[in-house]
T-cell receptor
Framework: QKEVEQDPGPLSVPEGAIVSLNCTYS??????FMWYRQYSRKGPELLMY????GNKEDGRFTAQVDKSSKYISLFIRDSQPSDSATYLC????????????FGDGTTLTVKP | NAGVMQNPRHLVRRRGQEARLRCSPM?????VYWYRQLPEEGLKFMVY????????ESGMPKERFSAEFPKEGPSILRIQQVVRGDSAAYFC??????????????FGPGTRLLVL
């Protein structure tokens, strides 16, 4: 069983829709939770990171972490065609010395 | 302010040759991480280095792969006697030196290795 499981895609939504992307994990030591966006044939771009449980909002993006359920989410409001990309969740903990464990990614297409 | 630099961006090697991938971290960053991404898969951690030290190499294959981050110059990921299964995108990330910043890893554009 993988340490991090990410909802498989692909996901296709109309422009303006609310998008929900999710990951579950099994390692209780994870403390830092990140979301990356990766455009085709590019490097991952850090979107947001959250420490421990709670919500964090940045513009149209909201990250949620529920450590009791080992479940994290990224919400995108008013989705745009430019949001079309692969979204990767990642996480690590204080004992991991910087090693991040990634989900396999969810490919999102926002149709105009 | 330049980001993480990787070169070459594309590398073609024949089976049995050596591949050298280079990574220059962001200015002020002294922590470097290497990840491998196979097609349709997420990133898999390979190795974490600080200047002149390997901190965690738990994701590195036991044979043919090595990494270094010298006092001067870029970090190097070296793959000896490449095989077709080594074909992948190899990403380097860096993070700031301060404690607690391990979550803020910034990625380079990657090197796409193709083994013929």
């Amino acid at each position: 069983q993988k340490e991090v499981e990410q909802d498989p895609g692909p996901l296709s939504v109309p422009e303006g829709a609310i998008v929900s992307l999710n990951c579950t994990y099994s390692n209780s030591a994870f403390q830092y939770f990140m979301w990356y966006r990766q455009y085709s044939r590019k490097g991952p771009e850090l979107l947001m990171y959250t420490y421990s449980s709670g919500n964090k909002e940045d513009g149209r993006f909201t990250a949620q972490v529920d450590k009791s359920s080992k479940y994290i989410s990224l919400f995108i409001r008013d989705s745009q065609p430019s949001d079309s990309a692969t979204y990767l969740c990642a996480m690590n903990g204080n004992t991991n010395a910087g090693k991040s464990t990634f989900g396999d990614g969810t490919t999102l297409t926002v149709k105009p | 302010n330049a980001g993480v630099m990787q070169n070459p961006r594309h590398l073609v090697r024949r089976r049995g040759q050596e591949a050298r991938l280079r990574c220059s971290p962001m200015k002020g960053h002294s922590h470097v991480y290497w990840y491998r991404q196979l097609p349709e898969e997420g990133l898999k951690f390979m190795v974490y280095l600080q200047k002149e030290n390997i901190i965690d190499e738990s994701g590195m294959p036991k044979e043919r792969f090595s990494a270094e981050f010298p006092k001067e110059g870029p970090s190097i990921l070296r793959i000896q006697q490449v095989v077709r299964g080594d074909s992948a995108a190899y990403f380097c990330a860096s993070s700031p030196s301060r404690t607690g910043a391990q979550e803020t890893q910034y990625f380079g554009p990657g090197t796409r290795l193709l083994v013929l």
